[in-house]
């Protein structure tokens, strides 16, 4: 796959329940900085206060109907969202509009990718939301409140969702293929071991269904691999570590073990052809955060409806999720604070994961019956709530590089992916490694 997270696939994961246009970036907000008290009126002669979001992708709000819900509850706002559908058209306009400080919207998102960036380039001109009203460092995840927050103490992000790690897979393969199709004896075949679900895929393989493979793509298990680990691409210094990193190593010759023997689909995630393996059922298992659930559902024909189910990874790990900032120069600083902290409150995550499959980084949120209680069409009666919410509690602490994106992809475009095309593994790493550095330099 592209290394990008979830949220760089937001509008296609959720192509089965909502549809966004392409938005603007530019121009709401006051070039010449904002003020906490500062309003802004919608043009419209109503008086309220127009609060507008820069996002990327569907991110849900509009669709779960929490704008409405908001501006029912505060009669004097007005909301707006400007949507640029992808994160790499996105962030780099984000950046520019950081650096000139201009042009920005009252609140920006930010990828997960790209948070340990914006942290270390860009706080400066972001608000401190621990200090939010009705944000709290208790509703958030630990490690997903720490990813925002500088050496100094600052949080500049409040999580939105995050992407507990779990595995898919297609009942009726495994049973095709002599293996437990129950999710706990599943989980129990590779429990504590990413090399034993490469065994099972061996298992899998030896009665294989005609034209299946295990797994959907060596990108998927490269990433599912190194989502679990606490240091992949950079030490907590700061410091560039994936060549000399055991973790990442080891991660790499084992994908590349899986795509030699035959166990993966020679796909890149995301791409046409890769749709149309779910669709026409050609792989058997794939390293699945709650968001795949949308995206599953929109390549699949509608036989493929309760087909699916859901087991606990090998070990835990986390693959997606975002923030909400707040920028200073923006005209409603002091209501988009507040708007913020309350998109990204338990309640309203909670509620965000049973419409949209926007899994909580609030941990109260857990215990809500809008997650306890959810399900997904693919997957029937398996209660995806608390299968992930346990994923969610286990995710390592991970330290996340500014240039995590271009590493990741690195390894999987120019690296594994090369060993379904005939490349030995050394050969592929040594793609990898040059391909990264060269452009770790740029």
């Keep these: 796959?592209?290394?990008?997270?979830?949220?760089?696939?937001?509008?296609?994961?959720?192509?089965?329940?909502?549809?966004?246009?392409?938005?603007?970036?530019?121009g709401c907000a006051?070039?010449?900085g904002g003020s906490k008290s500062g309003s802004s009126s919608d043009g419209g002669g109503s008086g309220k206060t127009t609060i507008t979001l820069g996002l990327f992708g569907a991110f849900g709000f509009k669709?779960?109907?929490?704008?409405?819900?908001?501006?029912?509850?505060?009669?004097?706002?007005?909301?707006?969202?400007?949507?640029?559908?992808?994160?790499?058209?996105?962030?780099?306009?984000?950046?520019?509009?950081?650096?000139?400080?201009?042009?920005?919207?009252?609140?920006?998102?930010?990828?997960?990718?790209?948070?340990?960036?914006?942290?270390?380039?860009?706080?400066?001109?972001?608000?401190?939301?621990?200090?939010?009203?009705?944000?709290?460092?208790?509703?958030?995840?630990d490690w997903k409140w720490q990813q925002a927050t500088t050496k100094d103490g600052q949080t500049i992000g409040l999580g939105t969702d995050i992407g507990p790690m779990a595995i898919c897979y297609r009942k009726d393969l495994f049973q095709q293929s002599g293996l437990p199709t129950d999710r706990d004896k599943v989980a129990q075949l590779w429990s504590g071991d990413w090399?034993?679900?490469?065994?099972v895929g061996e298992q899998?393989?030896?009665?294989?269904?005609?034209?299946?493979?295990?797994?959907?793509?060596?990108?998927?298990?490269l990433n599912a691999i190194l989502s679990s680990e606490k240091e992949k691409f950079y030490d907590s210094s700061g410091k560039v570590i994936y060549k000399s990193n055991p973790a990442v190593k080891n991660a790499f010759d084992l994908t590349?073990?899986?795509?030699?023997?035959?166990?993966?689909?020679?796909?890149?995630q995301f791409q046409p052809s890769w749709d149309t393996t779910i669709a026409n059922v050609k792989f058997a298992a794939m390293a699945c955060p709650p968001w795949m659930l949308?995206?599953?559902?929109?390549?699949?024909?509608?036989?493929?409806?309760?087909?699916?189910?859901?087991?606990?990874?090998?070990r835990a790990g986390n693959w997606g999720g975002s923030f909400l900032t707040v920028p200073k120069s923006g005209k409603n600083v002091t209501e988009a604070e507040k708007l913020a902290a309350w998109l990204t409150a338990p309640a309203q995550q909670a509620k965000l994961f049973s419409v949209q499959g926007s899994f909580p980084s609030a941990p109260p949120a857990y215990t809500m019956s809008a997650v306890t209680g959810a399900k997904n069409d693919m997957t029937g009666d398996a209660p995806i709530g608390t299968i992930f919410a346990k994923a969610a509690k286990s995710i390592p602490v991970q330290v996340?590089?500014?240039?995590?994106?271009?590493?990741?992809?690195?390894?999987?475009?120019?690296?594994?992916?090369?060993?379904?095309?005939?490349?030995?593994a050394a050969e592929a790493w040594q793609t990898a490694t040059k391909t990264i550095d060269n452009n770790l330099e740029k």
Excluded at 195 to 199: A, D, E, F, P, Y
Aim: glycine share 8%.
């Design 294 to 314: 949308g995206y599953i559902k929109g390549k699949s024909k509608s036989d493929a409806v309760g087909k699916w189910d859901v087991a606990q990874a090998p």
């Design 63 to 141: 669709e779960a109907g929490l704008y409405t819900e908001y501006e029912k509850l505060h009669p004097n706002i007005k909301i707006q969202e400007n949507v640029i559908e992808k994160n790499e058209n996105y962030y780099p306009a984000l950046i520019n509009h950081l650096t000139t400080n201009s042009g920005l919207q009252d609140i920006q998102a930010v990828e997960v990718g790209n948070i340990a960036e914006v942290v270390q380039t860009q706080a400066s001109k972001l608000e401190d939301l621990s200090k939010a009203p009705g944000a709290s460092k208790s509703n958030y995840l």
């Design 204 to 221: 899998y393989k030896k009665k294989a269904p005609k034209g299946t493979t295990f797994m959907d793509s060596p990108g998927g298990l």
């Design 30 to 32: 006051n070039d010449s």
């Design 256 to 268: 590349a073990k899986a795509a030699q023997e035959g166990l993966l689909q020679a796909q890149t």
């Design 195 to 199: 090399n034993k679900l490469v065994s």
């Design 400 to 424: 996340i590089g500014a240039k995590d994106q271009i590493i990741q992809q690195g390894l999987t475009d120019n690296g594994v992916f090369l060993v379904t095309k005939g490349k030995s």
């Design 1 to 26: 796959m592209r290394a990008r997270t979830r949220s760089a696939h937001r509008a296609v994961a959720f192509a089965a329940v909502a549809a966004l246009g392409a938005g603007l970036l530019a």
